[in-house]
């Protein structure tokens, strides 16, 4: 009755919602097979090393214009980070956690700038990364967004201070090079990317500074066993390798680096 006073049948109603029903039906599915949901792709590192172009980093996947530009400068993604193994804190109040690889990793909040299509960003953020070449060491600190934005950034802040001083400490620059006259060392600097997270800014916070140094020497310890090089650009420790693949790039160079590691009187671990 109703739909009459209005002017519409009920059969004419009810048609017209299965017509929107259908409708919406159609839609969702050409959606949901047209954008499949992307998964994290391991595969950038292959065995032998090489730069590969068959990569996403969570839902992002980098276009051409991006490959072009890291392949020319041998620059890396977020997923050739692997766990740094040398580093283990005990206590780990902050509960940090390190990773680290010895090639140049892009961080993972520039990634949103490096899709596929090209991000009126991009030229200029892949042009940041080509000047830090320049660097030999990559590190950076965020925080897990599990308090208000204050402590977040406070803690990663501190937790940046004290990595950087705990540097100073063992003689490197805040880039990684060696600056300490010490004839008896090989090393030259520090070559890689680091990247340090923590899960309880608020610690970062409230730890003393004294306390949090100590930390950061023991993660610069590690950080110097895993991507230290000498002169010539060669790893001194070939055991230590934070990244996917093959442990040695080829028989010559793993054979160079048992050689130095003798002669240098690196400790090594059993294999």
């Known amino acids: 009755m109703s739909g009459l006073l209005f002017g519409r049948s009920p059969r004419a109603s009810r048609f017209a919602c299965r017509i929107l029903t259908f409708e919406r039906y159609i839609n969702t599915e050409h959606v949901s097979r047209s954008k499949p949901v992307a998964r994290p792709n391991h595969t950038h590192n292959n065995r032998s090393g090489e730069y590969n172009e068959h990569v996403s980093v969570g839902e992002i996947q980098p276009g051409q214009h991006v490959h072009s530009v890291c392949r020319e400068h041998y620059i890396f993604f977020p997923n050739s980070l692997r766990p740094l193994k040398e580093v283990k804190l005990k206590p780990n109040p902050c509960s940090l956690t390190i990773v680290a690889s010895q090639r140049h990793c892009i961080d993972m909040n520039s990634m949103k ?22 660097e030999p060491l990559w590190y950076t600190v965020s925080s897990h967004p599990v308090a208000l934005p204050f402590p977040c950034k406070e803690g990663a802040r501190r937790i940046r201070h004290a990595f950087r001083d705990a540097l100073t400490a063992y003689g490197y620059d805040r880039e990684g090079r060696r600056v300490a006259t010490d004839n008896s060392s090989t090393i030259a600097d520090l070559y890689g990317t680091v990247r340090i997270s923590t899960a309880n ?3 970062a916070c409230n730890i003393k500074f004294a306390d949090l140094l100590s930390q950061a020497k023991q993660i610069v310890s590690g950080v110097e066993l895993a991507l230290a090089r000498d002169k010539n650009g060669r790893y001194i420790n070939a055991t230590s390798r934070p990244q996917s693949g093959s442990r040695s790039g080829s028989t010559s160079k793993m054979s160079y680096q048992k050689k130095t590691g003798s002669q240098y009187g690196v400790k090594r671990k059993s294999l």
């Open 113 to 134: 700038y490096l899709d596929k299509f090209e991000h009126p960003f991009s030229k200029s953020v892949l042009k940041m990364y080509v000047e830090k070449k320049k």
């Open 201 to 203: 800014p608020k610690a």
